[in-house]
C-alpha cells in the first residue's frame, strides 16, 4: 500500500540549478496534482492533470513545468531556480465519484522540502 | 469562485478539553467540503468529508463537522483534545462542480496545540 511516493524527501539547490521532482501513484487514478506549500499560506495548485498526457496550469505555475507521460507518474521541473522557490512540495492523486458521492478526495505523498539558494 | 476562510490561524487548549476550529466557505455550486490533518514534517491526511449526504460528518479519531448551508460554515469539533491532536488542520472545498478537474481550494491552515 504505498499510495503517493514523493521523491527526494529533501534537496537544496542553488540559483539557476534545475531539478526534477518525482511523483509516482499506484492506485490508478487519472488525476494528479503539484501543490507549494509556504508559511501561511495553505496549499496552492501549481499544475495538475487529468490524464497521460495531458497537463494543466494551476494557480502558481510560473517558473515551472510538469509532464505525465505515464499514467502512474507526474514530473514536476524547475528549469533554473530561485530563491522564491524554497518551499515544501507536494503531489496528490485522485479519483472522482459521480453523482454526488465522494467527490475528488486527493491522496497525498509526504513531501519534497526543496531550499534554493 | 470558491473560496474558504479558516478564521484562526492558531488554537491552544488544554488536553481533555474540547475543540473547535471554524471555516467559512463561499462556493457558487453545491460544495464538497474537506477537513485535512497535517502532522509536524508529514503529508497530508484526510480527516473528513461532506458531498451532500448528511450534514453532520464524522471523520476519524474522533473528530467530526457539520456544514450549515445557512452559515456558509463547516466547523470541526472534537469533544476532548489529545495530546496527538496537535497538528495544522486545512478546510477544503472544491473549485467548480467536481465533476471537472475537481481541484482544491485550500484554507489558510490552523495550527492546534495541545496544552498537557
Known amino acids: 500500500n504505498a499510495g503517493v511516493t514523493q521523491t527526494p524527501k529533501f534537496r537544496v539547490l542553488k540559483t539557476g540549478q534545475s531539478m526534477t521532482l518525482l511523483c509516482a501513484q499506484d492506485m490508478n487514478h487519472e488525476y494528479m496534482y503539484w501543490y507549494r506549500q509556504d508559511p501561511g499560506m495553505g496549499l496552492r495548485l501549481i499544475h495538475y492533470s487529468v490524464g497521460e498526457g495531458t497537463t494543466a496550469k494551476g494557480e502558481v505555475p510560473d517558473g515551472y513545468n510538469v509532464s505525465r507521460l505515464k499514467k502512474q507518474n507526474f514530473l514536476l521541473g524547475l528549469e533554473s531556480a530561485a530563491p522564491s522557490q524554497t518551499s515544501v512540495y507536494f503531489c496528490?492523486?485522485?479519483?472522482?465519484?459521480?453523482?454526488?458521492?465522494?467527490?475528488?478526495?486527493?491522496?497525498f505523498g509526504a513531501g519534497t522540502r526543496l531550499s534554493v539558494l | 469562485a470558491q473560496s474558504v476562510t479558516q478564521l484562526d490561524s492558531h488554537v491552544s487548549v488544554s488536553e481533555g478539553t474540547p475543540v473547535l476550529l471554524r471555516c467559512n466557505y463561499s462556493?457558487?455550486?453545491?460544495?464538497?467540503l474537506f477537513w485535512y490533518v497535517q502532522h509536524p514534517n508529514k503529508g497530508l491526511q484526510l480527516l473528513l468529508k461532506?458531498?451532500?449526504?448528511?450534514?453532520l460528518v464524522k471523520g476519524i479519531n474522533g473528530f467530526e463537522a457539520e456544514f450549515k448551508k445557512s452559515e456558509t460554515s463547516f466547523h470541526l469539533t472534537k469533544p476532548s483534545a489529545h495530546m496527538s491532536d496537535a497538528a495544522e488542520y486545512f478546510c477544503v472545498v472544491t473549485e467548480g462542480d467536481g465533476g471537472s478537474q475537481g481541484n482544491l481550494i485550500f484554507g489558510k491552515g490552523t495550527k492546534l496545540s495541545v496544552k498537557p
Open positions: 462556493s457558487s455550486y453545491s460544495p464538497s
Open positions: 496528490a492523486s485522485s479519483y472522482l465519484l459521480v453523482l454526488g458521492t465522494a467527490k475528488n478526495i486527493q491522496y
Open positions: 461532506y458531498t451532500s449526504a448528511a450534514t
